[in-house]
Nanobody
Framework: HVQLVESGGGSMQAGRSLTLSCVAS??????????VAWFRQAPGKERGGVVG????????AYADSVKGRFTISADNAKNTYYLQMNSLKSEDTAMYYC?????????????????WGQGTQVTVS
């Protein structure tokens, strides 16, 4: 059974940086099609993809709104995925979710993700 647990959220001032963590257990990381992504959902808005990573190929996918500011990385030894967020803006305020999937096509469509964490709140003022 796959479990994803996010942490690291908080309240930050605009322009600052924050790193989120996602610890995975029961993971199918040995599957070459496996991928992990961060999504976010603000009140009254749909959940949208932020950044994703397919570790086997190093392929990444970024939402245009975070390119150049956000970075995803992985520590395979710790089964942990990170979201480094720099130059935070008020519009980055949202609940952030870690998710994983293993379909052949890798992208940021939430329908392609099978497992989800409980989320961690990020508030930028």
């Amino acid at each position: 059974h796959v479990q994803l647990v996010e942490s690291g959220g908080g309240s930050m001032q605009a322009g600052r940086s924050l790193t989120l963590s996602c610890v995975a257990s029961g993971h199918t990381s040995s599957n070459s099609r496996h991928y992990v992504a961060w999504f976010r959902q603000a009140p009254g808005k749909e959940r949208g993809g932020v950044v994703g990573l397919r570790p086997s190929s190093g392929s990444t996918a970024y939402a245009d709104s975070v390119k150049g500011r956000f970075t995803i990385s992985a520590d395979n030894a710790k089964n942990t995925y990170y979201l480094q967020m720099n130059s935070l803006k008020s519009e980055d305020t949202a609940m952030y979710y870690c998710a994983s999937g293993s379909k052949s096509i890798f992208g940021l469509d939430p329908r392609d993700y099978d497992y989800w964490g409980q989320g961690t709140q990020v508030t930028v003022s």
